[in-house]
């Protein structure tokens, strides 16, 4: 089993930056990629930045050049660092972790608004 827990949200006015952190804890050894998802109010989750056990990357095509996707050296933490946002990335962020299995941390709501 893997276990997450994301933290980082909150409001921000656009233009502004946030960095989302996703904290893995229990199989970890067993975890091959982990990402980020979204979920805006009436909209299906959508991916927004996924990052393999070899560090290749990949992005959604709406936050490319915004949005960048990291971890630690130990491989338990991701980090999402978001700048340049805009309203419409106002979502719950999800942390996901595939290991086999997918597990999902609770979400963490991120608001960009003026």
């Known amino acids: 089993q893997v276990q997450l827990v994301e933290s980082g949200g909150g409001f921000v006015q656009p233009g502004g930056s946030l960095r989302l952190s996703c904290a893995a804890s229990?199989?970890?050894?067993?975890?091959?990629?982990m990402g980020w998802y979204r979920q805006a109010p009436g909209k299906q989750r959508e991916l927004v930045a996924s990052?393999?056990?070899?560090?290749?990357?990949i992005y959604a095509d709406s936050v490319k050049g915004r949005f960048t996707i990291s971890r630690d050296n130990a491989k338990t933490t991701v980090y999402l660092q978001m700048n340049s946002l805009k309203p419409e990335d106002t979502a719950v962020y999800y942390c996901?972790?595939?290991?086999?299995?997918?597990?999902w941390g609770q979400g963490t709501q991120v608001t960009v608004s003026s």
């Open positions: 996901n972790a595939n290991w086999g299995r997918f597990s």
């Open positions: 990052i393999t056990g070899g560090g290749t990357s």
């Open positions: 229990g199989s970890i050894s067993s975890i091959n990629a």
